[in-house]
Every structure is written in structure tokens, then in C-alpha cells.
């Protein structure tokens, strides 16, 4: 990997904010906070600023509680013009919620670190170091921490643990590969912990969220001879059930343990009625492509995008994005 560009940027400014997408997952925080010790160990000022909260069962990783989301314009930083901005774990500027509006255009230039698929033609972005193939941002940073000589810290090793085994699935994803595991192993080396990450990651729902999962399980409906799973989560079912958004995320991955099953489409409302839809597949439909369509993106079996349209409607126009896949079954 190529990682010129990376540190030309950070070598222009003595200040930075590091941002994610909107409702940051694992690979997000972790890589975020990861990459800020890295800043603050190269002598930079640097913060992190989130559109939406560290969902609960990541926040254990934020051991100097500094990863922050945005309130109001009254706490930024002064003097933004001062400041580049990185964006990790997502190539979409319009992906980043209120920091598109509020900081975006007030810093100097952004710098993008991100394994999706796509690019952004922002005039605000600088630069990007973007690998596709790669498991996790985490997977990338590990390797610009390594060729620049900057020392993994425990606490910046548990951070990439937990990035990569979010976004692996527990190093079961397709783009799982030898290094992945390479970069573990030297992860456990220096002291992570693989049990009490996992626990902190995936052991730790709170029972609104076992309601909420039963409930959305509920909305299960099957398509395209079975290989089709559709599930719905509104703001109902979310107010009813006192769960919180997030703990909603894991749920798309339940019907794919169905081996008829090829796809899981997961249609989203949230508390402020903004409606996403995520997908995932087996194989080689790219579920990318389709969310492509609507404005979104992500990876060839991992994807989603927001909608404004009526849910009936999107739903069947992704459906009909699928049917070529599945046309010699029905």
C-alpha cells in the first residue's frame, strides 16, 4: 500500500477532525480512535466528531473518552479553517451527516481512509488511501502504523482488534484473508484480549434489544422462492419495544443462516423517520451495485442507502434489481 499521499496530508496541518459515517459501527470507532492516538503520537491536535452516538457496545473502547458526536455548533473546535478533515470507513461525504453542513466546509481540505466500493468526486477531498480488497479501514491503518514506524499501543491494538472483528464477522467475511489473521496475531502479541473484546462486542445487549429482535423477526417475510429475506423495523416497533436504533443493526444477518436464503433485506426507520435499507448477500450477488442505484454504496455482499420514497415502492424496485439473480428458480 501506498501511503504517500496520507502523510503529505497530515504533514499540511498541525490540527485535525476525524469523522465517520452516520451511525458508526465498529470498524468506524475503532479505526477513529485508533488513528487519533496515531495523530496525537505524531505531535498533532486532533479530534474525533461523529454525527450520531458510539453505540453501547463499542464505547468500552473509548478508554480516554474521546470520541464525541456533533450537538451544536457551540462546542466545535474554534478557528475550523485551521483545522483538515479525515473520513474514515465510508467514501461518501454525504454520508457523515451534520459534520457535511457544519464542518466539512469550514476546514482547509479532507482526506478520505475507506475500503468501500465507489470514490467521491467532493472538490473538498484531497486525497484518499481506499483498498477495496481490504477487510476493514482498520486492516489499513495497521498497515500505514506499521510503515510509519508509529508504536501499536494496547490501547490502539484493542481498537483495531474490535474494528477488524466487527467487520470480519469474527473473521468469517469474504475479505477475511491471510493478513487479516497476520495482523491479529501480532494484535494478541502485543495484549489484546480476543475473549473480552468478542464479549464487549456481541455479549452485551440490553433485553429491549432481545424484544426488539423478536419483534423485527416477526416482519419476516420470504421472496424469489425463498432465496429473498425482507424485514421490517419502524419507529413503532422501535418506541414500543424502548430499544435503541442501533441495537437493531445486527438483526439483517439472522435470515442468511438459512441456507435457501441469499439475500437479507433490512428496511429501517429511525426515531427521526429516516429510512434506510441495508443489505447482504451470499456469493456473487453484489448487493453494491443495487444500493448504488439509490445514492448509496458499500461492499459487493454488504450494502445500503437511505430513501425519501415510499417503503412499498423502494422495496419493489429492489426486488426487481434482484430477480435476474433468481429468474431459473421461479
Known amino acids: 500500500m501506498n501511503f504517500k499521499s496520507l502523510l503529505a496530508f497530515i504533514s499540511q496541518y498541525d490540527k485535525f477532525i476525524i469523522c465517520s459515517h452516520e451511525s458508526p459501527d465498529g470498524d468506524a470507532i475503532g479505526s477513529e480512535y485508533a488513528f487519533l492516538q496515531c495523530l496525537k503520537k505524531m505531535g498533532k491536535t486532533a479530534y474525533i466528531i461523529n454525527n450520531d452516538p458510539t453505540p453501547f457496545n463499542f464505547q468500552f473502547i473509548d478508554v480516554t473518552n474521546e470520541v464525541k458526536h456533533f450537538i451544536n455548533e457551540k462546542k466545535l ?21 451534520v459534520i457535511s453542513t457544519y464542518i466539512l466546509p469550514k476546514v482547509c481540505q479532507c482526506f478520505i481512509i475507506d475500503h468501500h466500493e465507489g470514490h467521491t468526486d467532493d472538490m473538498k477531498v484531497a486525497g484518499s488511501v481506499s483498498y477495496k480488497d481490504a477487510s476493514s479501514t482498520s486492516e489499513i491503518l495497521y498497515q500505514f502504523f506499521m510503515k510509519s514506524k508509529i508504536e ?7 481498537a483495531l482488534f474490535m474494528a477488524i472483528v466487527y467487520d470480519t464477522g469474527s473473521f468469517i467475511y469474504p475479505k477475511t484473508s491471510s493478513l487479516t489473521f497476520k495482523i491479529a496475531h501480532h494484535l494478541v502479541k502485543i495484549g489484546v484480549n480476543p475473549n473480552e473484546i468478542y464479549s464487549n462486542v456481541y455479549e452485551t445487549d440490553s433485553i429491549p434489544s ?9 416482519t419476516l417475510e420470504l421472496m424469489q422462492n425463498n432465496h429473498v429475506a425482507i424485514q421490517t423495523m419502524t419507529k413503532d416497533i422501535l418506541l414500543s419495544t424502548k430499544a435503541n436504533y442501533e441495537e437493531g443493526r445486527s438483526i439483517i444477518n439472522i435470515p442468511l443462516k438459512a441456507e435457501d436464503v441469499k439475500v437479507s433485506i ?3 426507520e429511525d426515531l427521526k423517520s429516516v429510512t434506510r435499507c441495508s443489505m447482504r448477500s451470499k456469493g456473487d450477488i453484489d448487493v453494491c451495485r443495487i444500493a448504488q442505484l439509490f445514492g448509496g454504496g458499500g461492499h459487493k455482499n454488504a450494502a445500503g442507502f437511505k430513501f425519501d420514497e415510499d417503503m412499498k415502492v423502494v422495496r419493489e424496485k429492489v426486488l426487481g434489481q434482484l430477480k435476474k439473480y433468481f429468474e431459473k428458480d421461479n
Open 77 to 97: 473546535p474554534k478557528k475550523l479553517s485551521e483545522f483538515g478533515l479525515f473520513i474514515v470507513d465510508t467514501n461518501d461525504t454525504n454520508n457523515i451527516g
Open 266 to 268: 433490512f428496511f429501517k
Open 210 to 218: 432481545i424484544i426488539l429482535q423478536s419483534r423485527v423477526l416477526s
Open 152 to 158: 501499536i499501543d494496547l490501547s490502539m491494538a484493542n
